[in-house]
């Protein structure tokens, strides 16, 4: 059973970066496509950025789009979303996701509906 933790989270102040972890244990990541997502209180949650189970290929949120860059190291079975010139709108607490791919990879695995597993989340706070 595929299980996933997430870490980097933290306070950050306004412009600041951060890296995001997300660690798989009970199987690789290999055959997964995996998506961040986030969620702020009293909102629906977001999704962030993904990326393809096969190749490099990754879509992100308009929201983040030009701030924030999702890749794979499937040898440490780890993916990582960098994020920088944070503003305040992005604080929420941070999931990461995977499922095996099904159809298609395209924007519509921002969709939170696609995943199957779930870490616990890291909470990030961007505030000065």
């Known amino acids: 059973q595929l299980q996933l933790v997430e870490s980097g989270g933290g306070l950050v102040q306004p412009g600041g970066s951060l890296r995001l972890s997300c660690a798989a244990s009970?199987?690789?990541?290999?055959?997964?496509?995996i998506g961040w997502f986030r969620q702020a209180p009293g909102k629906e949650r977001e999704g962030v950025a993904c990326i393809s189970a096969t190749d490099p290929t990754t879509y992100y949120a308009e929201s983040v789009k030009g701030r924030a860059t999702m890749f794979r190291d499937d040898a440490k079975k780890t993916v990582y979303l960098e994020m920088n010139g944070l503003i305040p709108e992005d604080t929420a607490v941070y999931y990461c996701?995977?499922?095996?791919?099904?159809?298609?990879?395209?924007?519509?695995?921002?969709?939170?509906?696609?995943?199957?597993?779930w870490g616990q989340g890291t909470e990030v706070t961007v505030s000065s």
């Open positions: 996701a995977a499922a095996l791919p099904v159809g298609k990879f395209n924007n519509g695995w921002l969709g939170a509906y696609m995943y199957d597993y």
């Open positions: 009970g199987s690789t990541l290999n055959y997964y496509v």
